[in-house]
């Protein structure tokens, strides 16, 4: 099953054919801002995390999980606009995102060329408020954890199942121990919203999950790319990169006053038309 090209196809399908307009209008939840798409063409959010640790996988029944935290939001598909908040490394108004993810159990590995494929199923990801930046490599994994979700939940994500499996993720790595692996591991995955203050910008069921003999079909919410190697010196003995990408749209509450602003313009017009005609 080669899920990761199929699943880069929908990403382009989703995030291109759309041109991001000069001015990106933008949305502030719990002081994070965010890019959102008041026109409906696609355009979204790009959450990267740069500094993230998580847990090794070893075989089937073995779990991943770990911590992170965002180094940028920015607007998509231009990319042309970066939200400095929240930043890694210096904090905006000393607001910060941190992600925890977990209960992704292996279900089956399969060897093939170059490495292994392996499929998950379960698993949660969140991301929390932070006033000031966590301290997640305290020598401690529990204590990281802990660190990384004490604060307010800002978005809680639920992997979907894109197989006849009832996997939620799939992970290349390569090399010819799993367990021991060398280079760089790539993993892929949908999500849909299941809570957090900023779900109803996130709840869009805009990307489509692949259909067809094996593939669940659908559409989620959103979609993960992520990137991890072996590192030393780390409370967790992975450690990478990902990017969350998503589609967002204005809460029901802005929709309805932009279209009552849009009225009240639209009325107004049409009785200095009126005026001027009469």
Known sequence: ???????????????????AAWAVPTATVDGITIPIDSSGSG???????????ESLITGPGSTLSGVGIVSQIQDSPSGT????QPCATVGCSGTFLTDVFGGLTVRAVESTTGGF???LT??????????ALPNINTGSVATDTANATSSTVFLSLTPAVFDQFGDTMEIFVPGNDLAAFSGTAQGNAFLNVSGGDAASFFNTNTFSIPSGPGFAGGTADLAFVGNAARISGNDFPVSGSDDLFANTVPEPASLAILGVGLFIVGWSLRRRTSRTFA
């Open 43 to 53: 355009t979204g959010a790009v959450f990267t995390v740069q500094v993230d640790h």
């Open 117 to 119: 494929n392996v499929f």
């Open 81 to 84: 606009t970066t939200y400095l």
């Open 1 to 19: 099953m080669k899920l990761q090209y199929v699943f880069l196809a929908g990403i382009a399908a989703s995030l291109l054919g759309t041109s």
């Open 122 to 131: 379960g698993g949660t990801l969140t991301y929390y408020v932070q006033t």
